[in-house]
């Protein structure tokens, strides 16, 4: 039987991960001579056993281009340290998440790397720290930015915390790896994974009955008409006909999109909710009906309807939009 990949780590790795945990979570992280690490690596291991193995032949040959050969080489090494050491100090680094989150599915996160120094800075590789992460390659302009797309995987749903971060240079020999590491202090919402090849909605719920009381307020509330439009008319949201939009009233808005107004039949307003309710879906299991719910949610958005959430300890009321759309994710992902 195969053990738990937590109880077969090597005792290597499991000092690593308590080094990290005890980091520091910051915004931002400046690299200055007191987070720097400087170790050889294989190729620098084996330099120094050449060095020694030159230095022994020449005490015990008295050669003096032995000697020069020998100190030469030493000497190159220990400016090559210094080299990588200036090469990482001073950089800045930031993040920043990009796009949506979901369960077992990759999402792009940026990493910026400033460089606020006058000097160019070569071959840095930026990684997260898992086994399995890819790896960023970059070189930076002297006094300019770079960004850097890492993938980054989340097997489970919630708010989840970004995993440290390291970044590194082997330049100029690849003798010497000097890196740091960073454990940066933001979150990231993780939604369910939605299900795959999820039934079609189900029917539209009829709104005469009374509505639920919310046990939580929804914080996606209508967008707010002003008093002197009538019920039937909504603002503008792309897709609509060019047929039902109010012209009279998008002609003051001198263009904007965001200012126009369209016609809805009142009747329809009042029979176009959605009710999504995790006891109705046809699962059991809560993470199944989490996976099941976010694939409805995201049906219901792309078709543009006004849809609503039923949580065991949570109601969403109904809405449309990417606002609303964003709280029932969150909703599905916290609760």
């Not at 039987?1 to 080094?19: F, G, K, N, Y």
């Not at 990588?84 to 949506?100: C, F, I, K, M, S």
């Not at 060019?242 to 009142?266: I, M, N, Y």
């Not at 109705?280 to 959430?309: F, I, M, N, P, S």
Request: net charge positive.
């Amino acid at each position: 039987m195969a053990q738990p990949r937590a109880l077969v780590r090597s005792p290597l790795a499991r000092l690593r991960a308590w080094w990290l945990a005890r980091l520091p979570a910051a915004a931002e992280h400046a690299l200055t001579h007191r987070n720097l690490y400087v170790l050889p690596t294989r190729p620098g291991w084996m330099l120094g056993l050449t060095l020694l193995l030159l230095l022994v032949g020449s005490i015990n040959y008295q050669l003096n281009l032995g000697y020069l050969l020998t100190f030469l080489l030493a000497g190159q090494a220990a400016v090559g340290v210094w080299v990588a050491h200036q090469n990482l100090r001073g950089l800045r680094l930031g993040v920043d998440v990009e796009g949506e989150a979901f369960a077992g599915q990759p999402v792009r996160v940026r990493i910026d790397v400033h460089n606020p120094g006058r000097r160019a800075r070569w071959a840095l590789t930026v990684r997260w720290a898992r086994a399995d992460a890819d790896t960023a390659s970059v070189d930076l302009p002297p006094g300019e930015a770079v960004s850097v797309a890492l993938p980054l995987v989340f097997a489970t749903r919630g708010r989840q915390p970004l995993p440290p971060l390291s970044i590194e240079t082997r330049y100029p020999l690849g003798a010497f790896r000097v890196w740091s590491w960073w454990r940066p202090a933001g979150t990231v919402t993780v939604y369910p994974a939605p299900e795959i090849d999820a039934p079609p909605l189900p029917g539209a719920a009829a709104t005469d009955g009374p509505t639920p009381p919310p046990l939580v307020a929804s914080s996606a509330a209508p967008a707010a008409v002003s008093d002197d439009v009538p019920d039937a008319v909504r603002p503008y949201r792309t897709g609509d006909a060019p047929a039902r939009v109010l012209w009279k009233k998008a002609a003051r808005s001198d263009g904007d999109p965001s200012g126009w107004l369209v016609r809805e039949a009142a009747q329809r307003q009042a029979t176009a909710a959605l009710w999504l309710d995790s006891s109705t879906c046809g699962l059991r299991d809560a993470e199944a009906q989490r996976g099941r719910l976010c694939a409805w949610v995201l049906q219901a958005d792309a078709r543009g309807l006004r849809y609503g959430l039923r949580l065991p300890h949570l109601v969403v009321e109904p809405d449309s939009g990417p606002a609303h759309r964003r709280h029932c994710l969150e909703a599905l992902a916290c609760h």
